[in-house]
């Protein structure tokens, strides 16, 4: 049997490394930018963070495989639990000097399955976390954990939804900003942080339309943990959709048709 919560402990140390690096780098004079085959940005802060995290954890779990944004993947099907890792989600941000970006972390079962998660936001003072369960919690400027909970909104009338931007949508543009008429407040909150705040009820529900597997597998966990529900865009449970839908779960399945 999997012990998740020795699991979790690593994966909050693993998030101490992260930001280490990241507090030091971020705002630097010195920052090294470049451009990927997909004409995102990546620093030399994200290259470094998930350097640290791999020869930490091929230290402490070898016979675990990793799956990283940018040193690459394993092969996810051979039977075996994974670490995804994403160093810096929000880089854009981070570059720029805009505080909303994190480290995230996430662990799955060999069925893919999210069994932990763990996202840092240190320029935030935040940091979120799960196990399987156990429970989602909130740390605030390295306080005492506090158990944080979806909401209990039922009507989208009332709720708020966050996004990122409305590139990438497609032919559901349309539908997303007809969905914007009908409910009752609208943010552009972005990455990690729209998620996170579905968990603790601050927000009922967000939607991305196109992320990658490092770009979900610790949100997924938590917001599942903390009562609310993950699927992709088109309804599919689990991190493998390549978009993300969350929710306080009352308002999924007429969010699933609005957005479809």
């Known amino acids: 049997m999997r012990d998740l919560v020795a699991d979790l402990a690593l994966a909050k140390s693993l998030a101490d490394l992260a930001d280490q690096i990241t507090q030091d780098r971020y705002q630097s004079l010195d920052l090294k930018i470049e451009t990927k085959p997909d004409l995102t940005p990546v620093t030399d802060a994200d290259k470094a963070v ?38 810096i989600d929000g880089t854009k941000n981070f570059l720029r000097g805009v505080p909303t970006w994190a ?18 936001a240190p320029t935030l003072y935040r940091r979120w976390y799960a196990a399987l369960g156990h429970g989602a919690f909130v740390v605030e400027d390295k306080g005492t954990p506090k158990r944080i909970r979806v909401s209990e909104v039922k009507d989208l009338k009332d709720a708020s939804l966050s996004y990122s931007d409305l590139i990438g949508w497609g032919n559901r543009k349309e539908k997303l900003l007809a969905l914007q008429e009908k409910i009752w407040r609208t943010r552009a909150h972005g990455d990690f942080w729209s998620h996170v705040l579905v968990a603790e009820g601050a ?41 993300a839908l969350t929710s306080n779960g009352h308002l999924h399945d007429a969010l699933i048709k609005a957005l479809n």
Not at 51 to 61: T, W
């Open 203 to 243: 927000v009922d529900i967000a939607a991305e339309p196109s992320l990658a597997l490092w770009d979900i597998a610790a949100i997924d966990i938590i917001v599942r943990e903390a009562g609310g529900r993950f699927t992709s865009i088109d309804g599919k449970d689990g991190v493998h959709g390549a978009s």
């Open 103 to 120: 480290t995230l972390i996430g662990l799955c079962n060999p069925e893919g399955e999210v069994v932990v998660g763990v996202v840092s």
């Open 50 to 87: 998930e350097k640290v995290i791999r020869e930490h954890l091929s230290k402490n779990r070898p016979d675990d495989l990793i799956v990283g944004e940018e040193f690459g993947a394993a092969d996810i099907h051979s039977g075996k639990y994974y670490w995804v890792i994403d160093p």
